[in-house]
C-alpha cells in the first residue's frame, strides 16, 4: 500500500474499509506532516487539538482543513484578521457540519487573505503562507492556506471560499483541484460574509474524484441561508465515468490576452487537444465583456464589504481597542484603524466612495449593469457549447513581495476568474502541467447547475495527463 499521506480520500476510505490502515493512525500522520513541514509552509493558522473520538460515516475520520472564515464550533474563526482575533463560534457553518456529520476530522482552520481579500495570502495579518512546490513563492489567495495543506499533504482535503477566484486561484499555484460551484449550490450559512452576491464556498481536493466526493456530501438545499437553491440532489461521481465524445468545447480568445505566459497558453491548448482525441469538438470564441470584468467585480466586491464590515467597530463585533475617555466615533475608528490591515481598509474606502451619494449610479449601479452583459454573454456562449475552458491564472505562481505593494498588478491576478463569479456559474481549476517546475491551472466551466459535466472533462483530462503532484517537500 502507498504511503498514507499519499491516498486521496477516497483511497484512505478504502483503505479503512478494507482493514489495510487504521483511522487514528492517519491522523497521526497528518498531525505529524504538519509538526514537520508548516512552520515553514504557515498553511494553518489554528488547529485542532482535539483527539479524533471514533468516527463513522462516509468519510471515515478523514483529516480535514477549513478555511478561516467558515464558523467552526468551539474552534477559533479569526478571518485571519486582529479584529476578530479572540473570536470563538458557537456554530459550525452548515458546511462544516456536514462534514463532521460524515464522518470527518477537522484538523484545524487555513491562513487565507484577510476577510478574503486577496490572491496570494500575503494579506494575512499573521503571516504569509508559502507555496510547497517553491517557497519563495506565494501560493494564491485569499484560500492559499487551504491549498498547501492538500498539495503537502497536511490535510486530504479542505475547503475555501471563492468571491473572485479564491479557491481557484490557489488550486491552479498550488497544484490542485479546485471548484467554484453554482451560486447557491452549497450553504453560505456560517461563512463570514465579504461580497455577498459573488462568494462561494468550494473543496480543494488531490484529484477530481475526492471532488466529486465532498461536493456529493456539502450540495444542497439549507433553510438557513437565503441564497440556497431548491434542486434535486445529485450524484456528482456518477459523472466521472461518462466519455466526452459528441461535447463542444469552446475556448475563448479574451482568455489568452496580454499578460498570459506562453508556457502557459501550451498546456491549455495541449488540453484542449486531449478532448479533439476522445472525440469532442472544439473551436474558438469571444467573449468580449471579459475586458470589463475586473472594474466590474472590484467595484461590486468592494461596495459589497464596505456594508458587511461595517458590523466590526468594536462594540458589536470584533477587539475592541483601549477607549478610555473617548467617545463613540473616536473608539470606533480606533477599533477599526488598529483591527483591520491596509488591504481591508483600502477596499473599504473604495467600497464607501462607490456607494456614496453622488457616485452610486455611475460606479456601483453601472457596475450591476455590466454585470448582466457579462452573464449574457456566457448565456449566449454556452448556447454553442457545453463547456469552456482556457487557464485558470494568466502565469504561474508569483514571487512573495513582488506584487503586495502594488494593488493593480495583484488584482490582475484574478482576470481569467472573476467572470464567473459575476456570471454566478461554475467553474474548476484542474492541474494541467507545469511551466518551470510550477504547477498551472486548466479552468473548465459551464452553465449553472452544470458541475456534473465539468467534472466528466475534466476526470478524463485528469486520466490521459497522470501528472505526478507531489510537491518536492
Not at 15 to 27: C, M, P, T
Not at 272 to 300: K, M, Q, R
Amino acid at each position: 500500500m502507498k504511503n498514507v499521506l499519499q491516498l486521496t480520500l477516497f483511497e484512505q476510505i478504502q483503505a479503512i474499509r478494507g482493514g489495510d490502515v487504521e483511522k487514528e493512525k492517519i491522523l497521526e500522520a497528518y498531525r505529524k506532516q504538519i509538526r514537520d513541514h508548516d512552520s515553514e509552509l504557515r498553511a494553518y493558522i489554528t488547529l485542532n487539538k482535539n483527539l479524533m473520538a471514533a468516527q463513522d460515516g462516509l468519510l471515515e475520520g478523514a483529516p480535514l482543513a477549513i478555511k478561516d472564515n467558515m464558523c467552526t464550533k468551539g474552534l477559533k474563526t479569526t478571518c485571519a484578521s486582529k479584529i476578530l482575533a479572540n473570536y470563538v463560534p458557537p456554530y459550525d457553518a452548515t458546511v462544516v457540519r456536514r462534514l463532521k456529520e460524515a464522518g470527518g476530522f477537522v484538523l484545524g482552520k487555513t491562513n487565507m487573505d484577510e476577510f478574503a481579500m486577496g490572491s496570494s495570502t500575503e494579506n494575512s495579518a499573521f503571516f504569509p503562507s508559502r507555496n510547497p512546490w517553491d517557497t519563495a513563492r506565494v501560493p494564491g489567495g485569499s484560500s492559499g492556506g487551504s491549498a498547501v495543506a492538500v498539495a503537502s499533504r497536511e490535510a486530504v482535503a479542505a475547503l475555501g471560499s471563492d468571491t473572485g477566484g479564491s479557491v481557484r486561484c490557489p488550486a491552479s499555484f498550488c497544484g490542485t483541484v479546485g471548484l467554484k460551484p453554482t451560486y447557491g449550490l452549497l450553504s453560505r450559512y456560517g461563512l463570514v460574509a465579504f461580497g455577498n452576491s459573488l462568494e462561494q464556498i468550494g473543496p480543494l481536493t488531490r484529484d477530481v474524484r475526492d471532488c466529486a466526493l465532498v461536493m456529493n456530501i456539502i450540495a444542497g438545499n439549507d433553510e438557513m441561508d437565503g441564497t440556497s437553491l431548491e434542486v434535486a440532489k445529485e450524484n456528482y461521481l456518477a459523472y466521472l465515468e461518462k466519455g466526452v465524445k459528441g461535447f463542444k468545447v469552446g475556448v475563448p480568445r479574451d482568455f489568452f490576452g496580454e499578460g498570459t505566459d506562453e508556457g502557459v497558453k501550451e498546456q491549455v491548448w495541449k488540453c484542449v487537444h486531449i478532448l479533439e482525441g476522445l472525440g469532442a469538438t472544439w473551436s474558438e470564441c469571444d467573449l468580449p465583456t471579459l475586458n470589463y470584468a475586473l472594474p466590474t467585480y472590484y467595484l461590486t466586491a468592494m461596495s459589497e464589504a464596505s456594508s458587511n464590515l461595517a458590523r466590526y467597530d468594536g462594540i458589536r463585533y470584533g477587539v475592541r481597542q483601549e477607549d478610555e475617555g473617548l467617545d463613540w466615533t473616536a473608539s470606533y475608528s480606533r477599533t477599526r484603524g488598529k483591527g483591520f490591515g491596509p488591504e481591508v481598509k483600502r477596499r473599504i474606502i473604495l467600497g464607501t466612495f462607490a456607494l456614496s451619494a453622488g457616485y452610486y449610479e455611475g460606479y456601483y449601479l453601472k457596475a450591476l449593469k455590466v454585470r448582466t452583459l457579462i452573464r449574457r454573454d456566457f448565456e449566449r456562449l454556452f448556447k454553442q457549447f457545453d463547456v469552456l475552458v482556457g487557464p485558470t491564472t494568466p502565469t504561474t505562481a508569483f514571487r512573495l513581495g513582488e506584487k503586495v505593494d502594488d494593488p493593480i498588478a495583484m488584482y490582475q491576478t484574478d482576470i481569467d476568474t472573476v467572470p464567473m463569479n459575476l456570471a454566478n456559474i461554475p467553474a474548476l481549476s484542474l492541474p494541467c502541467g507545469f511551466v518551470g517546475g510550477l504547477p498551472v491551472g486548466l479552468q473548465i466551466m459551464a452553465p449553472p447547475l452544470a458541475e456534473g459535466m465539468i467534472f466528466t472533462v475534466a476526470r478524463r483530462i485528469e486520466e490521459e495527463l497522470g501528472l505526478d503532484l507531489r510537491p518536492p517537500l
